[in-house]
């Protein structure tokens, strides 16, 4: 018996040892060599077992917990120490050569770390109640710190699954995605272990069903998008449907760095073009109308004809004439929208726009071609240009130009432009660029701030400490700029740095790059952005650029064929992970068909059966219909006791139970046994059918609604028929 | 150290019309019925002389119709010889033409005593002067029932006269063999806790008891009738006496025997829980073949107490525990027997379960 008894607990156990390996082997991948994650998933396997089958038995049995723990504490520093002493000892590598010396100091060192480890944690869980949830937590966070990295999009985080399934043709995603299925079966199972292990199969399956489905749904319907920081309305998820345009854009405090690096699109150069200013600019709208307390995006029709307000299906041409021409060069990009945006951008100063097939609606939200006439002006050729467009009406003009009235802005202008060389001391351009000087000598750049409630931010920035980010300081720039007379507004879109690019054809555009600038209007020229750039800074702004990231998704959004291409050159040597998911769907739902069968094939077959098979097949429909209700026969009861469980609900089933006994241990069945041809006196047999539906009839007095629906739902309820 | 399970536990016969009769067609042919009315008549004969203990009854008419013998643990003044006298007094001999039933009373008590002779249990051989030769003069093992009060109490030669007498259902004196009654049925008694002095009945003829029963005092409801109704019980009316005649015995016997199924699966379980009681190392000697052999009529009778004309799954958890009781003999340190024959009936009864779908 007693053999049974350890034979029952082999399988929980080297379950328990495989799922606890796992995440061992998970979190050493990255750490370590393969040999070294080999090592660990042995190590905790052997100190599984070993805890479980001796944590009863004299040694183990005497210890004291805390013993334990100290005894797993020392070993482990014993063998790090060893380790350490193995990779760093100049004997073993000169003997065994570098690499042999650093592998057997890694596969000593995780070997013991995950067998140490696991003893203490096994010893605590078989010691103690909260010692499971020890052991859970840990495994979860082994999947956790393996897969952090992948967050907000990234698919191609971490790199050793990144790397993996790019150079296979393989999308990271689904990898990514088994990953994280793997992890919530082994937590179920580690939960559920400790219960009941004879329910674990059924219980794994609808988590496996579970788990399949989300993989199906993905399929179909794509992967979340990543979050979006929103600080400068950017987004059309930010911006709402329409109303929120009069929304606060000073949002100070709220601005968290952690999902800076998230991509929000990428841009694919279809022409050789480098900017001038060290950075490229991408306008999607800008804020032109002063509406008493600030500038908003313009709801008159004269205003920002430059810019277009929604996507369209088609191209769509920017109305406006551009000045010019001899100055700007062509530019065609080409961009996917990573996170949904209600406006399209181009990069300065976009001039068409037209939908493009998306080449991957997994990844992409929208792509679209953006025609630009990117400026190529030099400073001498805005040197001398009149301020607006003489083609303006006077109150086009005048919208550009009104301001909060506050005679401090006009004042601190005059003041900076006091300074001003003679002889620019009436140009337009010269005028601003003074005022971006001022902004940028004084100015500091920080994301906390305390001007976002104040009734003017811009001024509480301005004439208080100077300290904010670029909303206050393109706030600030366009009123100063107006206070002076110069027609300006406040440009909103992505700013980023042109070493980003990194030599290829695409660019990252990550939620930090949002920006907002102040740009004023020249004659003959256009809008001309004048960018103030502090030169003291309180928070550090730079970010991983994700080269790889950049590339494989510039790779992605190129050309419908080319990915594919390389997709389909990859796949011949390639796992077909698709053609298993397919044929695992496949099979899936044949199952789950065949299941319904039988399930309905054994309730109705009572009905067409031979009368001498009635009995038996009568019975086992009731049982299955008791089954999928919840009710059934405990291993070892007998029928009588399960009837007799049950005849408070249902008398009838005590009847049943008792006919079907005669029959099938009666004299009938007896000369069955000894081959006699036994004939069915029908006058003598009950009425299985009317017994059977009598029995229904009762449970359904008895079940509410949604038991009954989930038992007619419930596809393998005949399993646990015996 | 043996154990035995007691008869704390519910009832033996607990509902025997659990059956629908509207649904079911007639249980049993007519003469089980018949059978039933016997047995059923029996334990009601019984029942009135003794009181609160209807769990006992119902088991030792069990082992009178499957002509087995019952061991009685229990305690001084517990009602034991009542119940065995009112037994053997519910079984009349009146119109039987079996001529050697001359010698065979209804019943005998036999009071065991360290200084008791075989030949005091099996009677001897006495020398008539008149007719110049030894004949024989029955002892009091020639009856219907014989109550052998504290039977450890006697020596093991008189304990193992007895015992042959309870197996074979004969005795042989003076090289001449002597046949008991067919309805030969014993009681015998010991007290589990007066042990100073006794011969204790070893396992191998514990094994010729059908039935070790425990027996616990009566509630407290019981007790009360039983001081109430004790001068109508001890002269009883004659026209309330309930009687069966030994014959009707013999023929319920006979018809249980041949009329009451026991389906191959039954046997399969019976067999299998032995191989996993002996297997189990719990157990340092399982039970004997023989008490499956002697459990197959008890499962009979049980099953025609029940109303059924076939043995089933419940029979079997009801009666195996009293069985196996002092059968099974349990390695040291192990106390639960219960618990043991839980283990081992587990896989068979599932797979007896099982087996009716097939």
């Known amino acids: 018996m007693s053999e049974d008894k350890t034979q029952k607990q082999l399988l929980p156990t080297s379950l328990r040892a495989l799922i606890i390996a796992s995440s061992y082997w998970v979190l050493s991948i990255s750490l370590t060599t393969q040999n070294g994650s080999i090592a660990a998933f042995v190590g905790c396997v052997l100190s599984c077992l070993l805890v479980d089958a001796y944590i009863d038995r004299p040694p183990l049995r005497n210890l004291r917990l805390g013993i334990i723990a100290i005894l797993a504490i020392v070993v482990l520093a014993v063998g790090v120490a060893l380790s350490a002493a193995l990779t760093s000892n100049i004997t073993l590598a000169s003997m065994m050569g570098p690499m042999i010396a650093y592998e057997t100091g890694e596969v000593l060192q995780w070997l013991i770390f995950s067998a140490s480890l696991t003893l203490l944690l096994r010893a605590i869980a078989q010691r103690t109640e909260f010692g499971r949830v020890l052991e859970i937590l840990f495994v979860a966070t082994a999947f956790v710190i393996t897969l952090s990295a992948h967050r907000q999009g990234m698919i191609h985080r971490p790199f050793f699954i990144g790397d993996f399934a790019l150079t296979r043709g393989i999308d990271p995603s689904s990898i990514l995605m088994a990953f994280g299925c793997v992890a919530v079966l082994s937590l179920a199972a580690l939960l559920m272990i400790e219960h009941n292990h004879r329910r674990l199969p059924y219980h794994f399956a609808v988590l496996g069903v579970l788990c399949f489905s989300l993989l199906v749904y993905v399929q179909f319907f794509g992967m979340p998008t990543p979050r979006m920081t929103d600080d400068l309305g950017l987004t059309g998820a930010a911006r709402g449907a329409g109303g929120a345009q009069d929304e606060n854009p000073f949002r100070d405090g709220e601005n968290d760095t952690s999902d800076m690096q998230a991509p929000v699109a990428v841009v694919l150069f279809r022409d050789d073009y480098e900017p001038k200013g060290g950075a490229y600019y991408f306008r999607e709208s800008a804020y032109s109308e002063f509406n008493g307390t600030m500038l908003v995006v313009p709801h008159r029709e004269d205003m920002d004809e430059d810019l277009i307000e929604f996507f369209t299906p088609t191209r769509v041409e920017i109305n406006e004439p551009l000045d010019a021409p001899e100055l700007r060069t062509s530019v065609r990009t080409t961009i996917g929208l990573l996170a949904p945006h209600r406006t399209p951008f181009g990069l300065d100063t976009p001039v068409a726009f037209a939908n493009t097939p998306n080449p991957n609606n997994l990844r992409f939200k929208q792509t679209y071609d953006a025609y630009s006439m990117v400026p190529q002006y030099e400073f001498s050729d805005l040197i001398g240009r009149d301020s607006g467009d003489p083609d303006w009406t006077p109150a086009q003009r005048q919208a550009y130009l009104e301001l909060p009235a506050d005679p401090r802005y006009k004042a601190l202008a005059e003041e900076i432009l006091a300074t001003l060389r003679p002889e620019f001391a009436d140009d337009p351009y010269a005028k601003a660029l003074a005022i971006k000087d001022y902004l940028d000598r004084n100015g500091i750049y920080s994301l906390k701030n305390e001007h976002a409630y104040a009734d003017d931010p811009a001024a509480s920035f301005l004439f208080g400490d100077l300290t904010g980010y670029c909303m206050h300081f393109s706030f600030a720039g366009a009123y100063l700029y107006r206070a002076i007379g110069l027609p300006a507004r406040v440009g909103i879109g992505y700013s980023v740095p042109a070493s980003n690019r990194a030599g290829g054809s695409s660019l990252l555009i990550q939620a930090i790059n949002g920006h907002a600038w102040p740009e004023i209007y020249l004659d003959g020229i256009g809008w001309v952005i004048v960018d103030p750039a502090p030169s003291r800074t309180l928070v550090d702004m730079s970010v991983d650029p994700q080269n790889s990231l950049q590339q494989l998704l510039g790779d992605m959004l190129r050309d419908e064929s080319s990915f594919d291409d390389f997709v389909a050159s990859q796949q011949s040597g390639a796992f077909p992970i698709a053609a298993i998911l397919r044929a695992v769907a496949t099979l899936a739902l044949a199952l789950l068909l065949l299941a319904y069968a039988v399930k309905i094939y054994r309730l109705r077959a009572p009905y067409y059966a031979q009368p001498a098979q009635r009995y038996r097949l009568s019975y086992r429909a009731t049982l299955d219909n008791l089954s999928a209700h919840g009710l059934r026969r405990r291993y070892g009861e007998s029928r009588e006791g399960f009837a007799q469980r049950l005849s408070a609900m249902t008398p009838s089933f005590s009847t049943m139970t008792y006919s079907h006994l005669r029959r099938a241990l009666g004299a009938q069945a007896a000369d069955r046994q000894e081959g006699q041809i036994v004939s069915v006196d029908m006058a003598q047999d009950i009425d299985w059918l009317a017994l059977d539906r009598r029995i229904k009839q009762e449970i359904r007095q008895h079940e509410p609604l949604w038991r009954r629906a989930l038992a007619v739902l419930n596809p393998v309820s005949w399993i646990h028929t015996h | ?358």
């Open chain 2, 1 to 358: 150290m043996t154990l035995e399970a007691t008869s704390e536990d519910s009832p033996v016969v607990d509902n025997p019309s659990q059956t629908d009769s509207s649904a079911a067609p007639a249980a049993q042919s007519a003469a089980l019925q018949r059978a039933l009315s016997v047995l059923l008549r029996l334990s009601e004969a019984v029942k009135r002389q003794v009181l609160g203990r209807d769990d006992v009854i119902e088991l030792v008419i069990i082992a009178l119709v499957a002509d087995g013998h019952v061991l009685l643990e229990d305690f001084p003044g517990s009602g034991k010889t009542t119940l065995a006298k009112a037994l053997g007094e519910a079984i009349v001999t009146a119109n039987e033409v079996d001529g050697s039933l001359g010698a065979i009373v209804p019943f005998r008590r036999i009071q065991f005593t360290p200084d008791l002779l075989p030949s005091d249990v099996t009677g001897g051989s006495v020398f008539d002067a008149n007719a110049n030769h030894f004949h024989f003069r029955h002892g009091p093992i020639f009856a219907h029932v014989v109550l052998a009060d504290e039977i450890n109490r006697t020596s093991p030669k008189v304990q193992s006269a007895m015992l042959e007498a309870m197996g074979e259902k004969q005795v042989t004196v003076d090289n001449a063999t002597y046949h008991l009654d067919r309805l030969f049925f014993v009681i015998a008694t010991q007290n589990p806790l007066d042990l100073v002095g006794t011969y204790p009945l070893p396992t191998p003829q514990l094994d010729r008891f059908l039935f070790k029963i425990t027996m616990q005092h009566i509630e407290r409801e019981a007790e009360l009738d039983v001081l109430d109704s004790y001068k109508s019980r001890r002269d009883p009316v004659a026209s309330e006496k309930l009687q069966v005649a030994r014959s009707e015995v013999l023929k319920a016997r006979e018809t249980i025997d041949q009329e009451v199924v026991i389906s191959g699966a039954i046997k399969t379980a019976l067999v299998d829980i032995s191989r996993n009681l002996r297997a189990d190392e719990r157990v340092l000697q399982g039970n004997s073949t023989r008490s499956m052999v002697l459990m197959l009529p008890a499962l009979q009778v049980l099953a025609t107490l029940r109303g059924r004309s076939f043995v089933s799954a419940e029979d079997i958890e009801t009666l195996l525990p009293r069985v196996l009781g002092h059968r099974v003999e349990l390695a040291p340190g192990v106390a639960d027997l219960g618990r043991v024959l839980k283990d081992c009936m587990r896989e068979p009864m599932e797979q007896l379960a099982r087996a009716t779908l097939r």
